[in-house]
């Protein structure tokens, strides 16, 4: 039987398509790439194997046309590639790359001419038009205005690259979202940005808190974003949003946002009730899944399967369809992973020992009382 693969990483790759269900699971962690694998559709999941052991993992992007599998790593753990695609044997790239803390990574095919593009910490946004063996920085993403404004808590207050995404026919225009920063967009390959800004309140405590971008692949003027206060939509390509979620409601901190590839009108969306500041004070995220079938207007839990409350933060997540099925997938900052083959309707714990899948500290509210003590007396020390 030929083997399906799948990716689970915070900020890498987290939509794929295959021939059939995904009987393997490539999943960047804390303490490497775990290989979670199944003989059949049916067969129940098993850790076969990890690799990269010595890097925070914190995304995982296959590129179907050379085959290769890129890892970026948080902690100054730059990039890798696993030639073989399995992530078997890794090489060391981008040592060409000024900042080596990785948190964003993306692959753009366009005919015969794959471009990379790699976000850090600090944020600085790199591209490479040869498979990952040089590099350069696309320095234009600091010639829109008020970047002396992007932040991220907690001090000193670095910001980075959330996320990178692509038009879906127009292969120059692309988005760059700067976590409390900026939602930035291209029209010309990179060579220059607008700072689209209709969404954000300028009041807003968390400035600019941008998580995700879904853009309707047949439709592009249609937007969905996920921010640190909400859930907005826009039909105008960003020219004005909608907001749908806030604060306080039982999905205040959604991270993970998704279309359902068969019907347009049906989101998914992962994160927390709870926010990260509240995290540290509580030891708890009550994270939950939520789906909605009318474009974003109105949410519902899908928690069948899930423990209630979940402690740990839901820090990955992917969605792989093929034809007649979609799985979802959610990992952990506790180490778990859970999978669903309906469409949210009910989950399974597939694994429990994976380390944990968070980006960059985002795992340390769900350690040891000890260490979040420690941890939170330190950031009350510096003010957050």
């Given amino acids: 039987m030929t083997q399906v693969t799948t990716y689970l990483s915070p900020n890498g790759q987290q939509t794929t398509r295959g021939e059939g269900p ?15 694998e199944r003989e059949t559709p049916s067969s129940p999941w098993s850790l076969t194997g990890r690799s990269l052991e010595d890097c925070h993992v914190g995304e995982l992007v296959y590129e179907s046309g050379s085959g290769k599998l890129f890892a970026g790593a948080h ?32 692959a753009r095919r366009n005919g015969d001419r794959v471009t990379l593009f790699a976000g850090t910490s600090p944020a600085a946004l790199y591209r490479s038009d040869d498979l990952g063996e040089s590099w350069s920085e696309v320095e234009t993403i600091f010639d829109v205005a008020d970047t002396d404004k992007w932040t991220f808590p907690p001090p000193p207050h670095i910001p980075h ?22 939602f930035l967009k291209s029209y010309d390959d990179g060579k220059s940005w607008i700072d689209m800004t209709s969404y954000s309140d300028p009041d807003d405590a968390s ?3 941008l998580h995700r971008l879904v853009i309707h692949p047949e439709n592009p003027d249609v937007l969905y974003v996920a921010t640190g206060v909400g859930i907005y939509s826009s039909d105008d390509e960003g020219k004005s949003f909608t ?20 019907d347009d009108r049906t989101l998914y969306s992962g994160g927390s009730e709870l926010n990260p500041r509240m995290w540290y ?17 109105n949410w519902m839990d899908l928690d069948n399967g899930m423990p209630n409350p979940m402690i740990g933060a839901i820090e990955a997540m992917t969605l792989h369809d093929w034809d007649g099925g979609m799985m979802l997938l959610a990992g952990t900052a506790t180490g778990e ?11 399974d714990r597939i694994a429990d020992e994976v380390t944990p899948i968070a980006k960059d500290d ?23």
């Fill in 22 to 36: 995904a009987t393997r699971i490539l999943v960047g962690s804390l303490e490497g790439v775990a290989t979670l």
């Fill in 75 to 106: 902690a100054d753990g730059g990039l890798w590639v696993s030639d073989d695609g399995a992530g078997k044997s890794w090489r060391r790239i981008g040592q060409d790359i000024e900042k080596q803390h990785m948190y964003a990574l993306a």
């Fill in 161 to 182: 690259v959330k996320q990178i995404v692509f038009h879906p026919t127009d292969p120059d225009t692309l988005y760059v979202l700067i976590e409390q920063g900026a």
């Fill in 207 to 209: 400035y600019r808190d």
């Fill in 243 to 262: 907001q749908h979620t806030r604060r306080g409601e039982r999905m205040g901190y959604p991270d993970f946002l998704f279309m359902d590839p068969n």
């Fill in 281 to 297: 004070e509580t030891g708890m995220a009550k994270s939950c899944v939520q789906r909605s079938t009318d474009a974003g207007g």
């Fill in 337 to 347: 992973v859970y999978a669903s083959e309906n469409g949210g309707a009910s989950w």
């Fill in 362 to 384: 985002h795992h340390l509210p769900f350690m040891s009382e000890e260490i979040r003590q420690r941890v939170l007396a330190e950031r009350r020390a510096i003010g957050q």
